[in-house]
């Protein structure tokens, strides 16, 4: 790859992009100017800019739950005119918004208080999967040092991340806020009940104004017990993981303030706006699409590394596990045919420079080539300014090194192959705008790729079948019933009766 700068004179002005105010570096990709004329070619044939304008028009593109995949009417400006398979939708997206923005600020403002008249102060959020991981994402990227209101999570059904979130804090100032789409996950309602029992034991039958709920099945959170002006509803043309847009973000809205919330859907808007306008070639989610399936399919590496050289954005890979491998993880193409080629790679990571001192090992020498994803922030949102050109400086030189290596024959235990594949992002600074930005970003690039690979990037029914054999084990662990299993499974549950 190095020697690609020297045959290209061009390679940096062609690789680099910026998009949303994001920069990202692409050429230290492996592809030469005939790889990548090769990949915009796959792109055009496969339809990439049809695709986009259906899935812009509100068109249906999840073919399996016949349903459109709208999101970007969720973080589009007031007087947008989105409409979901035919049907105005933006509208009803503003007046919620609106609601959100008024709960936020009469929580932060201390209008809204609890049972006993005292103002909250936390909020403990329960969800599971893109009920969760977007919320913890953000809450953690852009969080204050010292919070007005404290958020925490709970997403596992283990008890001990519930028991985690609810220490030390005091019922009478405290919001609990369940998100589940249908209001009936399995871990999410056994959470929503154990910190319902919490509250109650304390307040009372009076701690019911202390929920909130988001849901697309307002009736199961009224019945749950949640009061009707605190439910807040999302549609059915929102995917999950692409649903922190939604009210699923209220209770990062009410935490950071809604300010903070309306710059991720600034930020996130501004990457449509890039995406349905910039030519393929300039276009930073179609680019870093291609960059990806030519390591994919082109050179059959099945894994990639994500990872961000800012401590704030420490769970970007997990946020990227759901995004990427639940959306593409398929083997059949939309219409239900085996494809002819591996979809999603593997996705893991951690924050450098963490994971220098972890995994870097097996980036730098291992047998495998695994491309990475560097996401650096040139400006730190805290501490001291010479720790942060240390931090950018590890983060530019991994890059370099992955690519260059060092040759060192007669010390084969020193010595580094190199022409190891990065795409290199930066954001000038972790604002709710870039954050939107560079999660906009990844949207639309696992969009691009499902189109490549003629999949259908919006079901998940591969998460569906463990749920329903753990209802049936489950009544089995109770003594409820004895369902046929396998031996192996059988004896497991004879073991843990």
């Known amino acids: 790859m190095a020697s690609l700068f020297d045959a290209e004179p061009d390679r940096l002005s062609r690789l680099t992009l910026q998009a949303a105010g994001l920069f990202l570096d692409l050429s230290k990709q492996p592809w030469d100017a005939a790889g990548v004329a090769a990949a915009l070619d796959l792109a055009r044939a496969a339809g990439i800019e049809a695709a986009r304008d259906r899935l812009f028009g509100g068109e249906v593109v999840n073919a399996s739950e016949n349903r459109p995949a709208l999101h970007m009417a969720l973080r589009a400006p007031d007087g947008a005119d989105f409409k979901a398979d035919g049907v105005p939708v933006s509208r009803e997206v503003e007046a919620t918004r609106a609601a959100m923005r008024d709960f936020a600020e009469a929580v932060r403002s201390g209008r809204k208080v609890g049972a006993t008249g005292k103002p909250f102060r936390a909020i403990v959020h329960i969800g599971i999967g893109g009920s969760d991981l977007g919320p913890r994402l953000i809450w953690e990227a852009l969080k204050p040092l010292d919070p007005q209101i404290e958020l925490r999570f709970a997403a596992n059904v283990d008890p001990n991340e519930l028991a985690q979130a609810l220490v030390g804090l005091d019922p009478a100032e405290t919001l609990v806020v369940t998100v589940s789409k249908t209001f009936t996950t399995l871990e999410t309602l056994a959470n929503a009940d154990a910190a319902r029992a919490w509250l109650r034991a304390s307040l009372g039958e009076a701690s019911d104004a202390h929920l909130v709920a988001v849901s697309a099945a307002p009736d199961k959170a009224k019945a749950f017990g949640v009061p009707q002006d605190q439910v807040f509803g999302f549609w059915d043309w929102v995917g999950g993981r692409y649903s922190i847009w939604s009210a699923v973000g209220l209770s990062c809205a009410v935490a950071l303030g809604y300010e903070a919330f309306g710059g991720l859907h600034a930020g996130a808007a501004a990457m449509d706006a890039h995406f349905r306008e910039a030519p393929l070639e300039r276009n930073a989610p179609v680019m870093l699409?291609?960059?990806?399936?030519?390591?994919?399919?082109?050179?059959?590496?099945?894994?990639?590394?994500?990872?961000?050289?800012?401590?704030?954005?420490?769970?970007?890979?997990?946020?990227?596990?759901?995004?990427?491998?639940?959306?593409?993880?398929?083997?059949?193409?939309?219409?239900?045919?085996?494809?002819?080629?591996?979809?999603?790679?593997?996705?893991?990571?951690?924050?450098?420079?963490?994971?220098?001192?972890?995994?870097?090992?097996?980036?730098?020498?291992?047998?495998?080539?695994?491309?990475?994803?560097?996401?650096?922030?040139?400006?730190?949102?805290?501490?001291?300014?010479?720790?942060?050109?240390?931090?950018?400086?590890?983060?530019?030189?991994?890059a370099e090194a992955l690519m260059i290596g060092r040759a060192m024959p007669?010390?084969?235990?020193?010595?580094?192959?190199?022409?190891?594949?990065?795409?290199?992002?930066?954001?000038?600074?972790?604002?709710?705008?870039?954050?939107?930005?560079?999660?906009?970003?990844?949207?639309?690039?696992?969009?691009?790729?499902?189109?490549?690979?003629?999949?259908?990037?919006?079901?998940?029914?591969?998460?569906?079948?463990?749920?329903?054999?753990?209802?049936?084990?489950?009544?089995?662990?109770?003594?409820?019933?004895?369902?046929?299993?396998?031996?192996?499974?059988?004896?497991?549950?004879?073991?843990?009766?």
Request: proline share 6%; aromatic share 8%.
């Open 289 to 398: 699409a291609l960059a990806h399936l030519f390591n994919r399919n082109g050179l059959s590496r099945p894994i990639r590394a994500v990872v961000p050289y800012a401590q704030r954005l420490r769970l970007f890979a997990a946020f990227l596990q759901q995004l990427e491998m639940e959306s593409n993880g398929k083997r059949v193409t939309a219409e239900g045919r085996p494809v002819a080629r591996p979809t999603a790679a593997s996705v893991f990571g951690d924050a450098g420079t963490n994971g220098q001192h972890a995994f870097f090992q097996l980036l730098h020498q291992g047998t495998d080539i695994i491309p990475v994803d560097i996401v650096a922030v040139r400006e730190g949102s805290e501490g001291d300014p010479a720790a942060q050109r240390k931090l950018l400086a590890n983060a530019v030189a991994q």
């Open 410 to 497: 007669d010390d084969p235990q020193r010595h580094f192959e190199g022409n190891r594949p990065t795409s290199f992002l930066l954001l000038e600074r972790l604002t709710p705008e870039a954050l939107g930005a560079l999660i906009a970003l990844y949207e639309h690039k696992t969009f691009v790729e499902g189109v490549l690979w003629g999949i259908n990037s919006y079901d998940q029914w591969g998460v569906e079948l463990g749920k329903t054999l753990a209802a049936r084990v489950l009544a089995d662990l109770d003594g409820a019933a004895q369902n046929p299993h396998d031996p192996s499974t059988t004896a497991l549950i004879e073991r843990l009766r």
